[in-house]
């Protein structure tokens, strides 16, 4: 089983293809994905923390 902190071979291609096409963009492009990359990345986190807030700790 693989790490929780390692990246699967799917996951490893899409950062290949990913990196690929920022090296195409332009500066103000690049910052304009990463605002968008940076803001769905918050949404997710919210996501994850709205599903742990009901829960009681395991015991």
């Known amino acids: ?3 929780s902190t390692s990246l699967s071979m ?9 990196h690929r096409d920022v ?4 500066r103000e492009q690049a910052q ?5 990359l940076l803001q ?3 949404l997710k986190d919210n996501a994850i923390a ?3 807030k009901g829960r009681s700790p395991a015991t």
């Open 1 to 3: 089983m693989e790490s």
């Open 10 to 18: 799917e996951q490893q291609f899409q950062l290949q293809l990913l």
């Open 23 to 26: 090296k195409k963009m332009n």
């Open 32 to 36: 304009e994905f990463l605002m968008e």
């Open 40 to 42: 769905q990345m918050m």
């Open 50 to 52: 709205q599903m742990f």
